[in-house]
């Protein structure tokens, strides 16, 4: 039987961030998409001008007819949320529908370079702490990792040993399993640094580092560790595979020369992805 994820996101007509990214990187791994917008969006916010169509008070009767209808799901992907009562009603989604063997996965996307993003503020900082307590996994940034623990913002840079320091207090808002996605290893490689608590053991993997920077890579990190979670890979391995994937999406975008500036080419490393997910475990 095939399983199906749900993810609750804004999608962004032109530009590859969020559902945009979520949707076909959950299909290519043979599972079924229930795609809750939080908001429409004419392109991502990389562009000026941007007509946002909020779809904020839809959630509710969204989740009261997936309630009557009986659906589950095997996962739960959440990414950006625009305001506090978005996050409220998302958590309603959870206790709704994340019981039993659903994976619950939340990337609190709210902020970067150390800074939270426009319209946001401590009281929607406090919320997604709500949120996270309800997650399996989290996925936060440096800069959301900080704001999430009080602690001071370390810089992009920071040493494993402060990341580790953000990741003990991270554990404290319950999540069993939180990493700090784009992390810069000491190594000099970039990708993740995690702390599973119920094997109270770090975990650490990165890729080498690509002169690129672009849009939507935090979004397609998520996607991808969801799609090999659900696939029935470990999560460290889970989380490998999304940093393999995205890392290669980056260096297919950095190479190409007519690439566009709004998002990685990730549609031409799918190929590359399915070979991933095929590996075995056993």
Known sequence: MVKRVLT???????????????????AAAGLEVAAVPTAVLSTHTQFSGVHI????????????????EGFAFAGILTGYLGSIRQVDLVRDFIHSFGTGDTKVIVDPVMADQGKLYRGFDEAFVDEMKELIAAAD???????EAAL???????????????LKELLQGLKELGAPL???????LDDGSIGFLG????????????????????????????GTFTAALLSDHPCEEA???????????????????????????FESRIPYLLRLLEHSTE
């Open 53 to 68: 169509r909020d779809l904020t008070d839809d959630l509710a009767p969204i989740r009261q007819h997936f309630e009557r």
């Open 148 to 162: 999430l623990t009080g602690l001071p913002y370390p810089g992009e840079n920071a040493s494993e040993a402060q």
């Open 137 to 143: 996994v989290i996925l936060p940034n440096v800069s």
């Open 178 to 184: 939180c990493v700090i996605t784009g992390a810069h």
């Open 195 to 222: 702390y599973d608590a119920e094997e109270d053991r770090y975990l650490r993997f990165g890729t080498a580092p690509v002169p690129f920077v672009s849009h939507g890579t935090g979004d397609l990190f998520a």
């Open 8 to 26: 609750i996101q804004d999608l962004s007509c032109i530009g590859k961030c969020s559902l945009t990214e979520v949707i076909p990187v959950l």
């Open 239 to 265: 989380l490998q595979i999304a940093s393999e994937y995205t890392s290669a999406c980056i260096q297919a975008t950095y190479e190409d020369p007519d690439h566009v500036n709004y998002g990685v080419n």
